[in-house]
């Protein structure tokens, strides 16, 4: 096979290598993403958790304030019954201020029950709590986990570009030239392997000649629909298969 061939041959089958590693790098971070959904659960509970119970508090501050508006009131209402002149007055003045009681005891009751529910909020806020450390352990293992492949893939890629890097300078110049450019608009393919006289990457035929040519390793030959370099692997060059177009 002609040597710059070989080259590209090499090339290729280094870049595809490339790419595999690149492919990873870019897919491993969004692993770790997929597994944020427990976390992200627990998290959301806890959040939901601390906002309830911050209703709650709310709403029982607004209760207590409630007492305290319909307490002074009774002392007002009560106050003011000795400036009543008539017994019709002073009945429904009596009912007002019965009314206001039986509320302030409605409101105490109500209170009460929220502060029950307060208190007895910590034992399951420390359970979700848990929970979510639990899960923040477990995604930040995954995490490391992860960064640690990410790291080996990048070790090893790094292998991988030096010895393109070794093809390189032993590769003519003009056929980088050319490789870069067919790899560029070709998928990132400049080489196709030829079976049974045809281009393995676009399945066109190659003329009679021409694969004969390029199963002898004469000269470099490119595929007349996608222009890639032609090859033949060199078990199959001298295969039965290989030799009858
Ligand atoms: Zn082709």
Known sequence: MDKNLELMVEL??????????????????????????????????????????DEKKKLRAEKERGVEGK???????????????TNQEYTAALAEIENMHKAVSKLEDEELELMEEIEQSGEPEKAIKEKVAKEEKLFAEIKSEN???VEKVKVERATVASKRDEV???????????????????????????KEGFCTECHTSVRPQMAVEIRSGKGLHT???????????????HSVEELTP
Do not use: W
């Open 71 to 85: 307490k002074e009131a009774v002392i007002k209402g009560k106050n003011k019954l000795h400036d009543i002149k």
């Open 223 to 237: 595929c007349p629909a996608c222009l890639r370099f032609l090859y033949v692997e060199k078990v199959a060059e």
């Open 12 to 53: 290729q089958k280094v870049d595809r290598e490339l790419k595999k590693f690149d492919d990873l790098l870019e897919k491993l971070p969004a692993e770790v993403e997929q597994h944020s959904h427990d976390l992200k659960a627990a998290q959301e509970e806890l959040n939901k958790f601390k906002t309830a119970l």
């Open 168 to 194: 390189l300078k032993q590769l003519d110049p003009l056929y980088v030239k050319k490789y870069d450019k067919i790899a560029s608009i070709r998928n990132g393919l400049a080489i196709s392997e030829m």
């Open 147 to 149: 960064n640690a492949r």
